[in-house]
């Protein structure tokens, strides 16, 4: 499968960096430092190269958005059309408030990012998932806790795309847990909010994972 990731900070860049030791070409694109990038494609392996956005959404199967909100606008226009594309996003709202001194959700968010990047892109399978987890997480050798692999929830509303993300989420040595269709980014991003803000304020970042025990 070729994947195209657009954001290849740690987020995205440790997630790229998976997908080519299971065997998958990936293109890593858009990052702040040229170099960084070049030496990010270099290390993952001889099925990693550099391309622009627009490159990776055009010879990607799936593209992994991983970009500030801010910035979210400007790359998808600059990326072509995402039509017919597998996205997934991990994309977070989140304005962190790191002294503890606030209750409640730091972001000024009226509806998803999901939601927004499909309203952008109205003929993309946009799928929302690994935005429970941790770029440390992500970059270390093993996602493994003991003997308890966390999970990655996971939604969006076509049915063959959750599929393909699913394989992916499983590849990277999460447990991958549907969460239901696209207006459930809603409240899966709350969630990747508050976790986060949680992990920080609490001093256990970035040394914990969630997991979704069911009967």
Not at 49 to 66: N, Q, S
Not at 124 to 130: D, G
Not at 170 to 192: H, I, K, M, Q
Not at 208 to 215: D, H, S, T
Request: glycine share 12%; charged share 20%; proline share 3%.
């Amino acid at each position: 499968m070729k994947i195209g990731i657009v954001g290849s900070g740690n987020m995205g860049g440790g997630l790229g960096k998976i997908w080519v030791k299971a065997g998958h070409q990936v293109i890593f694109s858009y990052s702040r430092d040229e170099n960084k990038l070049r030496q990010l494609a270099a290390s993952a392996g001889e099925n990693a190269k550099v391309g622009t956005p627009e490159e990776a959404v055009y010879e990607g199967d799936v593209v992994m958005l991983a970009v500030w909100v801010p910035s979210l606008e400007e790359v998808i226009r600059a990326a072509g059309s995402l039509d017919g594309k597998i996205i997934i996003t991990c994309v977070s709202g989140l304005q962190p408030d790191f002294t503890g001194q606030t209750i409640g959700i730091a972001t000024n968010l009226k509806t998803s990012v999901a939601e927004t990047i499909q309203h952008f892109a109205p003929k993309a399978k946009v799928v929302e998932a690994f935005n429970i987890t941790f770029a440390e997480i992500i970059g270390s050798d093993s996602r493994q806790f003991g003997g308890d692999r966390p999970s990655i929830f996971y939604c969006g509303d076509d049915a063959e795309a959750k599929k393909v993300v699913a394989g992916l989420i499983e590849e990277c040595g999460y447990e991958a847990v549907d969460a239901g269709e696209l207006l459930v980014a809603r409240s899966l991003e709350t969630l990747a909010t508050a976790w986060v803000q949680f992990a920080v304020t609490s001093k256990l970042f970035p040394n914990l994972g969630l997991k979704a025990l069911r009967r």
